[in-house]
């Protein structure tokens, strides 16, 4: 069975620092990785996905991760915070057509100091 | 292009009461997930539906809950009789067809409070 470790469930960094949030997988089979966003009192919002094509994944609002199989890791990151990207990040994985379903993280709280 | 939509958005019960959750996926999204989110957890997937079959129900407590999906479009999900664990925000998601890398849409949710 698959499996998802995200490190640190509440990360602290200033205005214009770089964001690095961890994750690291388990899976037997090559995986699908996912990174959302969920901001308070809303669903969760796709930032970016790694599908097997290229290991350095852009995603929206300028947040990109890179796939390293040798590590297991899909760690998350963004050259500059901003004020705005303070929410809750999930980490997941999926595994396999007709087995589609999201395995999550328990999530990293991020807040930025202004 | 809406978004998949849930109601209620907060619901407050009493345990051994029962609740029911409703969902509108995006349109034309063959794929139905419900997931539970308890406090300091990711969610977990309780139910997915493929147009109105259940695809894959492992995680879901059957004895209490249920859930259905009539016509492959809205879909519900009941809990009878609560419990004080069942407390939790119930996400539902949906996408195009399901299969990977398909990306899943998510809904506010509905925060159920069981005192």
């Known amino acids: 069975a698959q499996s998802v470790t995200q490190l640190g469930s509440h990360v602290s960094v200033s205005e214009g620092a770089l964001v690095l949030l961890r994750c690291n997988y388990s899976?037997?089979?090559?995986?699908?990785l996912f990174w959302y966003v969920q901001y308070p009192n809303q669903g969760l919002q796709l930032l970016l996905k790694?599908?097997?094509?290229?290991?350095l994944v852009k995603g929206i609002n300028g947040f990109e991760a890179e796939f390293k199989k040798s590590e297991t890791s899909f760690h998350l990151t963004k050259p500059s915070a901003h004020m705005s990207d303070a929410a809750e990040y999930f980490c997941?994985?999926?595994?396999?057509?007709?087995?589609?379903?999201?395995?999550f993280g328990t999530g990293t709280r991020l807040t930025i100091i202004p | 292009e809406a978004g998949v939509a849930q109601s209620p958005r907060y619901k407050i019960i009493e345990k051994r009461q029962s609740v029911a959750f409703w969902c509108n996926p995006i349109?034309?999204?063959?794929?139905l997930y419900w997931y539970q989110q308890i406090l300091g957890q990711g969610p977990k997937l309780l139910i997915q539906?493929?147009?109105?079959?259940?695809?894959?129900d492992s995680q879901l407590p059957k004895d209490r809950f249920s859930a259905e999906r009539l016509k492959g479009v809205d879909s519900t999900l009941k809990i009878q009789p609560a419990k004080l664990e069942d407390s939790a925000v119930y996400l539902c998601?949906?996408?195009?067809?399901?299969?990977?890398?398909?990306?899943?849409?998510f809904g506010p949710g509905t925060r159920l409070t069981v005192l």
């Open positions: 997941a994985v999926s595994v396999g057509f007709g087995n589609e379903k999201l395995t």
């Open positions: 998601a949906s996408s195009w067809m399901g299969g990977l890398p398909d990306t899943q849409y």
């Open positions: 349109s034309g999204h063959a794929t």
């Open positions: 539906f493929q147009n109105n079959g259940v695809v894959d």
């Open positions: 899976s037997s089979v090559p995986p699908y």
């Open positions: 790694y599908t097997s094509a290229a290991t």
